[in-house]
T-cell receptor, first 111, second 117 residues
Framework: SQKIEQNSEALNIQEGKTATLTCNYT??????LQWYRQDPGRGPVFLLL?????KEKRKERLKVTFDTTLKQSLFHITASQPADSATYLC??????????FGTGTRLTVIP | SAVISQKPSRDICQRGTSLTIQCQVD?????MFWYRQQPGQSLTLIAT?????????ESGFVIDKFPISRPNLTFSTLTVSNMSPEDSSIYLC??????????????FGPGTRLLVL
């Protein structure tokens, strides 16, 4: 069966450290993978997209890697801040206007 | 970017009733999407709504339960019919964003939080 698993439901990290979130998938052949941020009571907000032929993407303090052999994406937030506290969702795109979402990891950055 | 609003933002409904959720976009878009996010679950696509044609429903979702309207390029409604407590969820609409002709991402509305008693 198809599955998208994000490493943990919740992750606590000390301010200033690097947060690493994991997204693993099975039985998908994604054309691209996206990461979203979702705050309580709000819809998801797009952060980064990485395509199947790309290994790494960066945007400010964010870095995403995509390993289609391992069927895994890693999402890093460097120099984490309390304002980074939110739920982070990975989503697989199969090129058919359809996104398949993981259940999310709730990140808490402790001051 | 697209700005998306939804009404209502939340509601509490009785079993057996129906609720219509509205989604308004500040620009014309071809495709609009309706998702459900149940507590502790991932976002699940309910259907894709194109203006001028019937909505396309995903496996497990049917038109009788979730009728959708798409009267123009900036507006859509999703109705949750004959509700039961299992329909308690957040309902989100979204639209595609394009860059250089390619679908890059989706913009989401703030969601409608529904509780069915």
């Amino acid at each position: 069966s198809q599955k998208i698993e994000q490493n943990s439901e919740a992750l606590n990290i000390q301010e200033g450290k690097t947060a690493t979130l994991t997204c693993n998938y099975t039985n998908y052949s994604p054309a691209y993978l996206q990461w979203y941020r979702q705050d309580p009571g709000r819809g998801p907000v797009f952060l980064l997209l990485i395509r199947e032929n790309e290994k790494e993407k960066r945007k400010e303090r964010l870095k995403v890697t995509f390993d289609t052999t391992l069927k895994q994406s890693l999402f890093h937030i460097t120099a984490s801040q309390p304002a980074d506290s939110a739920t982070y969702l990975c989503a697989l795109g199969t090129g058919a206007n359809n996104l398949f979402f993981g259940t999310g990891t709730r990140l808490t950055v402790i001051p | 970017s697209a700005v998306i609003s939804q009404k209502p933002s939340r509601d509490i409904c009785q079993r057996g009733t129906s609720l219509t959720i509205q989604c308004q976009v500040d620009s014309q878009v071809t495709m609009m999407f309706w998702y459900r996010q149940q507590p502790g679950q991932s976002l699940t696509l309910i259907a894709t709504a194109n203006q001028g044609s019937e909505a396309t429903y995903e496996s497990g979702f049917v038109i009788d339960k979730f009728p959708i309207s798409r009267p123009n390029l900036t507006f859509s409604t999703l109705t949750v019919s004959n509700m039961s407590p299992e329909d308690s969820s957040i309902y989100l609409c979204s639209v595609e964003a394009f860059r250089q002709g390619r679908s890059e991402t989706q913009y989401f509305g703030p969601g409608t939080r529904l509780l069915v008693l």
